[in-house]
C-alpha cells in the first residue's frame, strides 16, 4: 500500500469516527459543568447536518417532544 493510499485510508477512518469523538468529549463537558455543552441552534445544526445522536438527545431535552426531520417538516414548492 503506497504512502498516498494508507492516508487516504486514515483519513476515511477519522472521518467515519468524527462524531462519535466529539459527542464524547460533549457529553464529558456536561459532566464536568453540569449544564448542556450545545445550545438549541446548535445541537439542531449537529443534528440536521451528521445525525449526531448526543445533539438530538438535547434537542429533546429542550423541547421535551419529538423531533421530525427537516423534510417532514418543510414542503419543496
Not at 500500500?1 to 483519513?11: F, G, I
Not at 472521518?15 to 469523538?21: E, L, P
Not at 463537558?29 to 449526531?52: C, H, N
Amino acid at each position: 500500500m503506497s504512502d498516498q493510499s494508507s492516508l487516504a485510508a486514515l483519513y476515511v477512518q477519522l472521518c467515519q469516527k468524527f462524531v462519535a469523538m466529539t459527542e464524547v468529549l460533549q457529553t464529558t463537558r456536561e459532566l464536568i459543568d453540569g449544564k448542556p455543552a450545545l445550545t438549541p441552534l446548535q445541537a439542531y445544526s449537529l443534528w440536521r447536518d451528521v445525525q449526531s445522536k448526543h445533539a438530538l438527545h438535547d434537542l429533546q431535552r429542550y423541547t421535551q417532544g419529538v423531533i421530525l426531520p427537516e423534510s417532514k417538516v418543510m414542503r419543496k414548492h
